[in-house]
Nanobody, 122 residues
Framework: QVQLVESGGDLVQPGGSLTLSCTASGFTMRYYAMGWFRRAPGKEREFVSAITRSGNNVYYADSVKGRFGISRDNAKNTVYLQMNSLGPEDTAAYYC???????????????WGQGTQVTVSS
């Protein structure tokens, strides 16, 4: 059974940091590009970051560039999202997806996790 399970979401104060993890099972993650998206209440799903199969190329939304870092450990079937300098605007449910290409188009990802909630508030 194909599964992506996100973890690491939490309530954090503005300026704080979190690391999200997404672990794959039922398929070999190293054959797929991985992406992180988020959805805030009342807003559309938004691209956050993506990483190629090898991890050699990474991509970020302008809103998180310089604050977030994506990485992967193919031996552990896990992709990470390190988030720094968090602000209230980062409050959202964060989802990881697996697809053939590392890009910002959520429609090209075909495996999805259930999401993990990140809340940034004092």
């Amino acid at each position: 059974q194909v599964q992506l399970v996100e973890s690491g979401g939490d309530l954090v104060q503005p300026g704080g940091s979190l690391t999200l993890s997404c672990t794959a099972s039922g398929f070999t993650m190293r054959y797929y590009a991985m992406g992180w998206f988020r959805r805030a209440p009342g807003k559309e799903r938004e691209f956050v970051s993506a990483i190629t199969r090898s991890g050699n190329n990474v991509y970020y939304a302008d809103s998180v560039k310089g604050r977030f870092g994506i990485s992967r450990d193919n031996a552990k079937n896990t992709v990470y999202l390190q988030m720094n300098s968090l602000g209230p605007e980062d409050t959202a449910a964060y989802y990881c997806g697996a697809g053939h290409d590392a890009n910002s188009n959520y429609a090209t990802y075909f495996y999805w996790g259930q999401g993990t909630q990140v809340t940034v508030s004092s």
